[in-house]
């Protein structure tokens, strides 16, 4: 681990003033950060904890909505009356992720920006584009059982690991940052980037932005959402494919849908396709198998992870079935 010099932040602006300096980085539950330094994946020279901000509530927004701070711990926000109410699939998704230990200290923000799993990315020995531009990929052509399948690139085949994200993805979340030039709303959909050329760059953040909150926009049929996770093993594993679906049903026939996929795409997957063929159908087999088909059209699967698209059909068509059958 390489020197660095720890200060505790006493407000916002203090936080990103600080944030600005060369080598600085936040620190919040650290259960990424402090990891990837060990391995010296990020050597940071300053560490800026944001722990004391007051950026721990979750409050009911006029409208219907709701606002999460950037420093509510995962254990907190998936026990929130609220979300498990309101949004029961970002409640899910949170206990479905990490270790109880885990989510007592994960944060909101620390959630978001969390690092891929990719083991060549967390290898310093071996050349990778995200930690190193330019270096090369050594998944690509090493073994990518767990990689991705959609938005990759040929620079880049990894997973976006949380599982938080793929149910703020289907509940169309807005990210909210703050930053030297005031406070800015990013819908999660545009927030993160895929790798392209450029698999260093991960989200549109601009350098010292601190994310002060995630707002959930009133979606009163998302009592009706659910989210499921296959993994290798039951607990305390990532994802291999994971669904988070929510389903308004009226008269018989879906009148709307959202659909995200986790572990197979190189950001949380967002499928308009899936949605729009399921909208005007009848519940049932026909119209879940229409959707998974849609959401895997652009599958770019390598020799070791071909099994994940009919995993992820798989999992979408079972996570449908099981939103379909709840009663709200
Ligand atoms: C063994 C293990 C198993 C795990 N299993 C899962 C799993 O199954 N599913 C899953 O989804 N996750 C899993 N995780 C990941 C875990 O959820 C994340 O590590 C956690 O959510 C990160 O939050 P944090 O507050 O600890 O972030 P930190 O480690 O403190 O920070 C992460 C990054 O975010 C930046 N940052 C933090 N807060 C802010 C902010 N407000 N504004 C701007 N930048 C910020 C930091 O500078 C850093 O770059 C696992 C982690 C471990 C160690
Ligand atoms: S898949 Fe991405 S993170 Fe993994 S080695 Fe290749 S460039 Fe690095």
Same mark, same amino acid.
């Given at each position: 681990?390489?020197?660095?010099?720890?200060?505790?932040?006493?407000?916002?602006?203090?936080?990103?003033?600080?944030?600005?300096?060369?080598?600085?980085?936040?620190?919040?539950?650290?259960?990424?950060? *402090?990891?990837?330094?060990? $391995?010296?994946?990020?050597?940071?020279?300053? &560490?800026?904890?944001?722990?004391?901000?007051? $950026?721990t #509530?979750i409050?009911? &927004?006029?409208?219907?909505?709701?606002?999460?701070?950037?420093?509510?711990?995962?254990? /907190? &926000?998936?026990?929130?009356?609220?979300?498990?109410?309101?949004?029961?699939?970002?409640?899910?998704?949170?206990?479905?992720?990490?270790?109880?230990?885990?989510?007592?200290? %994960?944060?909101?923000?620390?959630?978001?920006?969390?690092?891929?799993?990719?083991?060549?990315?967390? /290898?310093?020995?071996?050349?990778?584009?995200?930690?190193?531009?330019?270096?090369?990929?050594?998944?690509?052509?090493?073994?990518?059982?767990?990689? %991705?399948?959609?938005?990759?690139?040929?620079?880049? *085949?990894?997973?976006?690991?949380?599982?938080?994200?793929?149910?703020?993805?289907? &509940?169309?979340?807005?990210?909210?940052?703050?930053?030297?030039?005031? @406070?800015?709303?990013?819908?999660?959909?545009?927030?993160?980037?895929?790798?392209?050329?450029?698999?260093?760059?991960?989200?549109?953040? %601009?350098?010292? @932005?601190?994310?002060?909150?995630?707002?959930?926009?009133?979606?009163?049929?998302?009592?009706?959402?659910?989210?499921r996770?296959?993994? /290798?093993?039951?607990?305390?594993?990532?994802? $291999?494919?994971?669904?988070?679906?929510?389903? /308004?049903?009226?008269?018989?026939?879906?009148?709307?849908?959202?659909?995200?996929?986790?572990?197979?795409?190189?950001k949380?997957?967002?499928?308009?396709?899936?949605? #729009?063929?399921?909208?005007? #159908?009848?519940?049932?087999?026909?119209?879940y198998?229409?959707?998974?088909?849609?959401?895997?059209?652009?599958?770019?699967?390598?020799?070791?992870?071909?099994? #994940?698209?009919?995993?992820?059909?798989?999992?979408?068509?079972?996570?449908?079935?099981?939103?379909a059958?709840?009663?709200v």
């Amino acid at each position: 681990m390489h020197p660095f010099s720890y200060r505790q932040a006493s407000d916002e602006q203090a936080a990103i003033g600080a944030v600005g300096q060369p080598g600085a980085m936040f620190l919040a539950g650290g259960t990424t950060l *402090i990891d990837l330094m060990k $391995l010296d994946v990020q050597t940071p020279s300053q &560490l800026i904890d944001i722990t004391p901000l007051p $950026l721990t #509530k979750i409050t009911e &927004l006029p409208g219907g909505g709701v606002s999460i701070g950037a420093m509510v711990r995962n254990s /907190d &926000l998936a026990h929130s009356e609220l979300i498990m109410t309101r949004y029961p699939v970002l409640s899910e998704a949170l206990l479905s992720g990490a270790s109880p230990q885990l989510r007592n200290m %994960a944060t909101t923000g620390g959630n978001l920006l969390q690092r891929t799993r990719c083991y060549y990315f967390r /290898d310093v020995t071996t050349p990778c584009n995200k930690r190193e531009p330019g270096s090369g990929c050594s998944a690509i052509d090493g073994y990518h059982r767990i990689h %991705a399948v959609l938005g990759t690139s040929r620079h880049c *085949i990894a997973t976006h690991p949380s599982d938080m994200c793929v149910a703020l993805t289907a &509940l169309d979340a807005v990210i909210l940052a703050r930053g030297a030039g005031g @406070e800015r709303r990013i819908p999660i959909n545009d927030f993160y980037l895929v790798p392209g050329d450029h698999p260093e760059r991960e989200n549109v953040l %601009a350098p010292g @932005e601190l994310i002060t909150a995630v707002e959930l926009p009133a979606m009163p049929f998302a009592a009706r959402s659910h989210y499921r996770k296959v993994r /290798d093993r039951a607990s305390y594993a990532f994802a $291999l494919a994971s669904a988070a679906v929510a389903l /308004d049903i009226q008269g018989g026939a879906i009148h709307d849908a959202r659909v995200a996929l986790g572990g197979v795409g190189t950001k949380p997957w967002r499928s308009h396709d899936a949605e #729009k063929a399921l909208i005007g #159908k009848a519940p049932g087999p026909d119209a879940y198998r229409a959707a998974a088909e849609a959401a895997l059209r652009g599958a770019k699967p390598h020799k070791d992870n071909a099994f #994940k698209v009919e995993l992820a059909k798989r999992t979408l068509v079972r996570t449908l079935t099981m939103t379909a059958q709840k009663t709200v």
